[in-house]
């Protein structure tokens, strides 16, 4: 038994039949159903994975900061990746149901940015429920998850039969995004256009001052600015996303390498704390890291699955949206 080629989707419903069954039943999905359905996903097994195709492409920018050059290629297999990242809601379930607790629960403190000072702090009781602190507002259940360590991340993907992204495989989505309209952004593309911003960053002096004028100064619900053209959301701005590969200068991937004493974990995306005069993470080639303990207010994940291998515990499966 096995996925169907590129263009198949299947819900969760039918997966658990055709386990049963020993046949797959196909529903269909588009990018209007995606939009219709901003409130999914409710749980882990609601969250939609976008196929992601194969093939030969190029990764890193010869023309960016020195920790994306040079320009590689690199073949990929197809591979599945989710809608969006994970959310509160989302990990909620995780929670409730494996009795997970996370690594800023045990230490009793997260990093968060103090706009007053302009600079990071470990806040007491800062965790995934209250990214700011115990006495700041709770995170929305439809708002990405952050607070979350690297082990977290990894943790809650593998419990659904899924794993995080490599980098590589983060970026060849998130350049299945780069047009025009600046759904996914290269350097100098606008943040936004006829007045409608694309991407949830920083509008200000960072750090002092953040106007909001995207209508947000910390997370925003996923999917609150649309689609790529590959079908994902928030793959520019909202929060950093943990990716499954040690941070290394790319000449040098090719050379052995043991991860030793701070090395670091790569994140993708760029957040909400993103200024274009002092921070352009959120192109698709920018590279954060962090070391894998950390959790911060601005660093959350999704998760990715191979196509050969996926497990009907993560959810529906969308092919790409054809040219």
């Known amino acids: 038994m096995r996925i169907g080629p590129v263009g198949a989707s299947v819900g969760v419903a039918a997966l658990v039949a055709a386990l049963a069954g020993g046949a797959w039943t196909a529903l269909s999905a588009t990018p209007s159903d995606a939009r219709a359905s901003r409130a999914e996903p409710l749980t882990p097994r609601d969250a939609v994975m976008v196929t992601i195709p194969g093939g030969a492409v190029t990764v890193g920018d010869d023309a ?9 290629t690199r073949r990929f297999q197809p591979f599945l990746l989710d ?37 990071w702090a470990s806040v007491p009781g800062a965790d995934w429920r209250h990214p700011q602190g115990a006495d700041r507002p709770a995170a929305p259940a439809d708002h990405p998850v952050t607070q979350v360590s690297w082990a977290d991340a990894d943790a809650f993907c593998r419990a659904y039969g899924a794993r995080l992204p ?4 983060w970026e060849r989505a998130a350049r299945l995004g780069q047009t025009p309209d600046g759904h996914v952004f290269r350097a100098g593309d606008p943040l936004a256009l006829d007045g409608r911003y694309l991407a949830n960053t920083w509008q200000g002096f960072f750090p002092i001052e953040d106007r909001g004028e995207d209508g947000f100064r910390t997370t925003s619900p996923v999917g609150a600015f649309g689609e790529t053209p590959a079908g994902l959301t928030d793959m520019a701005g909202n929060v950093w996303e943990w990716t499954a590969s040690w941070r290394r200068p790319y000449a040098t991937l090719d050379a052995p390498f043991r991860p030793g004493v701070g090395a670091e974990r790569v994140q993708r995306g760029g957040s909400f704390l993103c200024d274009p005069s002092f921070c352009e993470g959120f192109r698709a080639t ?9 959790a911060l207010m601005h660093v959350g994940f999704r998760c990715a699955a191979d196509t050969g291998r996926a497990s009907p515990l993560i959810g529906r499966i969308r092919p790409l949206p054809q040219a």
Not at 91 to 106: D, L, Q
């Open 64 to 72: 960016g900061p020195p920790d994306e050059r040079p320009a590689l």
């Open 83 to 119: 809608r969006t990242p994970v959310t509160v809601g989302q990990f909620a379930v995780f929670v409730r149901e494996t009795g997970h607790v996370t690594e800023a629960e045990k230490l009793g403190e997260g990093g968060v940015l103090d706009r007053t000072a302009g600079a």
């Open 166 to 169: 490599t980098e590589f495989e």
């Open 286 to 294: 920018a590279r954060n890291h962090s070391t894998p303990e950390t």
